[in-house]
């Protein structure tokens, strides 16, 4: 069962998360170039990665927001993630993507991005909005400046230093 369209844009469709995604997701943050600037930067076996879907599908579910799956219209494939996740540590919510290696250097995440952000902020137009980053992430940093995020510092999270970044 394949859930419907939230956003789109040329190229792209962002929509929920459902189970079929599975197979896919997991191919996505199974590649080292993918999975190396996320979260503890260890690959997911399959059970977390399940596991992740459904926190996705839940936080969906019961906030209406969450991490969409993005669709490549083209290859009618799942090639990425984008979203927001709350952070406790930071008390804010944290803007997220990522994208299948293959698909790098296409301006897929900006024009992720600008769709998600201008979607997030009719919905909740007075939340802040924060993203973080490994500092040697340069290609994501420039992403984040044309999405108008600002460097504020460096941020202790996770047990890991960690460039911050407010819009």
Avoid: H
């Avoid at 999975?35 to 019961?62: C, D, M, P, V």
């Avoid at 984008?82 to 293959?102: M, S």
């Amino acid at each position: 069962m394949k859930t419907k369209t939230i956003l789109e844009t040329e190229r792209l469709i962002m929509r929920e998360f459902d189970e079929s995604d599975l197979c896919e997701y997991i191919e996505l943050i199974s590649d080292e170039n993918v999975y190396k600037w996320l979260g503890n930067r260890k690959q997911k076996t399959s059970e977390e990665a399940r596991n992740t879907i459904n926190y996705f599908i839940k936080e969906f579910s019961k906030n209406g927001i969450g991490v969409f799956a993005v669709i490549s219209k083209e290859s009618k494939k799942l090639i990425g993630q984008v979203g927001v996740k709350y952070i406790n540590e930071l008390d804010a919510t944290e803007y997220l993507y990522a994208l299948d290696y293959r698909e790098w250097n296409k301006g897929y995440a900006t024009e992720i991005g600008k769709n998600f952000i201008q979607y997030y902020r009719t919905k909740f137009p007075n939340k802040k909005l924060v993203a973080i980053v490994y500092p040697d992430n340069i290609q994501s940093k420039k992403v984040l400046s044309k999405l108008n995020f600002e460097f504020k510092g460096q941020k202790e999270i996770f047990e890991t230093k960690l460039d911050y970044y407010e819009i």
